[in-house]
Structure formats: C-alpha cells, structure tokens
C-alpha cells in the first residue's frame, strides 16, 4: 500500500475554537498518537511547526505557525490518565517543552519499545512496512514544514507519521509483555518525561563543538572562534541554519590555513565562488582578529581518577555482556547516565545502590547483584 494511499483526509486545525473542541474530543480517549514536524534544515532556530494526532478513525493536524496560542494542549499532555503515543520520543519532547512549555505524564515511545524487544529495524518506515504494507515517501522527510500552505502530498505524509502508532503500540504491549520485558519498558517511558535539550548558543566556547577543533592550535582555535562568530550573525540575519551558511569543515579549513588575501581562501575546501563573493572580505576580517587575539585553549574536564576509568570499564564490559544475552543494545541493559553515575558513586551496598537506580526498580533487581558484585574490588 503507498504511503497514505487509503487513508482519511485529516483534519487541519487552524482556528483557536477548533482547537479547543479538538482538546475536548481527545480528552475523551484513554491514548493518543502524537508526532511533531519542525524546520531544523531551514531555519536559523528551528521550530515546531506542525503537531499531529491520531485517534481510532481519525487524523488531526495542528498548525502551530497559525495559531498563536496552544495552551489548550498543555492539560492534555500533561494528564496522567492518557497515554501518549510517539516513535522516538526525545526529540518531539524536546521540541514541544522548548517552544511552548509543555510538560508531559503517561508517554509510550513505539521506537524505545522496538530496542527493549531487540528488534533490527527500529524506524517508522520499516515497521510500518513490516507490520502494516505501508510504504513512506522518504523524499518528504527533509521538507520544509515552515512554508505556508502545505501541499497536500506533505499533509498526506505527515498524518502517516501517527495514523498506525496505537496500532503498533498494541502490538509491541503484547511482544514486551510475552518477553517478560513490559516493566522495563515502563521504566524508560518513565525517564523520557524528564528529557531535556542543551541550549546551544554559539557563545565563545561554540567552536569546541566542531569536529577537529582541538587539533587546532590555540591561536587558530581563536581564529575559528571569531570565524563561528561571523558564521552565526549571518546565519540569524538571512534565518538560515548554521551549515547552509558556511559548514563546519570550511570554517576548520579557512582556521587552520589563516588566509591572507582572497587568492588563498578561494583555494581552501568549500569555498565557492560564490561563497568568497559573499563571506570573502568578511571571513578575512574574522581571521585577521582571531590572529590578534588572546589564543583560545580548550575548556577542560577535571581528569577522572584510576579508580573511575577502572570501575567504567568493568561496568560496561558487565553491561555488553548482559546485552549480548538480552539480544538488545547495551543502554538497554542500562542507560549510560546510570553507568556513569554508578561508576562515580560506586555503591557499597544494595541500598546505595537503590538510591542510584530508584527509578529504575526492574534493572535494579535483575542486575543489583551482579553489578555490585563487579564493584567490590574497585
């Protein structure tokens, strides 16, 4: 079947009483299915713009960039009586808390069910393929949700995203039950409400957050830095994204060579024509600073003593092996910010322990013995 070949017109919402009434009607069910839709490849700060909802029979598409107030979801989300239904969650958490505030209760994430299952194939496409002969459209998944009006073909593929999650969310219930594994996976839709996004600004210390930064010398890392500067005024100016303004691997090039004069920037990686017609003099007058200026070092961590990097190590080769057993990845097992935070505390006793992994009841009986077994030395 193609991709939203016999499905329902959704519903757009883009009035504030429609959007009240369509609250009142998803109110009334027990789960929902939720996706969101933003402009990260087109926007110098991207946002939501586009928040879909399935229901049994229905689609319903909210418009965000029209409506000017979304408070009327806010209740919903946050309700510990209905169930959110999302493939990957994090990012939608993220994009939703950060634009409009929203806090959320009772959230189950059919993409973090898949891993907990041990399942191969983990992206909507290929189970929608799998369990439902539903072919996606991928040419649409790098469209720009911020122009106005969508054409129907995105609209189409967008109510996709959400018309099959609670039927796939049924189907892994049964699967994680029969696995033993339901609790678990209760457990991380638990710890996904807590999820939160860092706030990159391209402040003075932006530049470390590209690739090969460190290598760079500490007076072409201040060069890159005042290149990173320039990078973003023009990138908020003309509302683009970073990297179709100048990307990453042009900024280290034009940093670690420090051109003098035109000729040498037109030679360097990424600099097109047309690229040295419109930064060239600009990008030049960041390089000229960034030479003049302090030299930049790195921020750094204080070092981890023996005993941390020593009791990491068995913890993660405890935890590979425990995974290889669960036919799942190793966070599954345990969530990186738990290993971390175990390696750093390292427990005495079961009762340290608890404290450590108090949201995560299932892991800590099935695996406190062993982990604490593997800590006794260290």
Not at 182 to 200: I, P, Q
Request: proline share 6%; net charge neutral.
């Amino acid at each position: 079947m193609m991709a939203g070949s016999n499905l329902p017109r959704a519903k757009l919402i883009t009035r504030p009483d429609d959007l009240v009434s369509l609250v009142d009607r998803l109110s009334g069910h027990s789960i929902i299915a939720v996706d969101t839709e933003s402009n990260s490849l087109f926007a110098y700060q991207e946002q939501v713009c586009l928040i879909q909802f399935s229901i049994p029979h229905q689609d319903i598409l909210v418009d965000p960039l029209v409506l000017k107030d979304l408070s009327p979801l806010g209740p919903l989300f946050a309700n510990p009586e209905i169930e959110k239904v999302f493939h990957a969650a994090e990012y939608d958490l993220i994009c939703l808390k950060r634009d409009f505030g929203f806090t959320f209760e009772n959230l189950f994430d059919t993409m973090l069910a898949a891993r907990i299952l041990g399942w191969g194939e983990l992206g909507l496409g290929a189970l929608l393929k799998e369990h439902f002969d539903v072919e996606m459209d991928k040419r649409h998944q790098q469209a720009n949700w911020g122009k106005r009006p969508l054409p129907d073909n995105l609209l189409a593929y967008a109510q996709l995203d959400t018309h099959f999650l609670i039927p796939l969310r049924h189907h892994l219930e049964t699967e994680l039950k029969a696995a033993g594994r339901w609790v678990l996976a209760e457990e991380d839709f638990k710890r996904l409400r807590n999820v939160n996004g860092r706030n990159h600004t391209n402040g003075v210390d932006a530049c470390w957050r590209i690739g090969g930064a460190y290598d760079l010398t500490a007076q072409q890392a201040a060069v890159l830095k005042e290149l990173c500067l320039y990078r973003d005024q023009m990138a908020k100016s003309m509302n683009r994204p970073l990297f179709k303004v100048i990307n990453d691997r042009t900024l280290l090039a034009i940093a670690a060579a420090a051109p003098a004069d035109l000729e040498e920037l037109r030679r360097l990686p990424g600099m097109t024509p047309r690229q040295v017609q419109r930064h060239g003099r600009a990008l030049l007058r960041a390089v000229d600073l960034g030479l003049r200026s302090e030299p930049l070092y790195p921020p750094r961590s204080p070092r981890p003593n023996d005993q941390f990097i020593t009791r990491l190590e068995v913890l993660r080769q405890w935890r590979k092996h425990a995974a290889h057993e669960m036919g799942v990845s190793s966070d599954v097992v345990l969530p990186r910010d738990l290993l971390f935070a175990i390696a750093t505390h390292n427990p005495k006793n079961k009762a340290e322990l608890g404290q450590i992994l108090n949201e995560v009841p299932w892991r800590m009986e099935r695996f406190g013995e062993q982990i604490l077994e593997r800590l006794v030395w260290y």
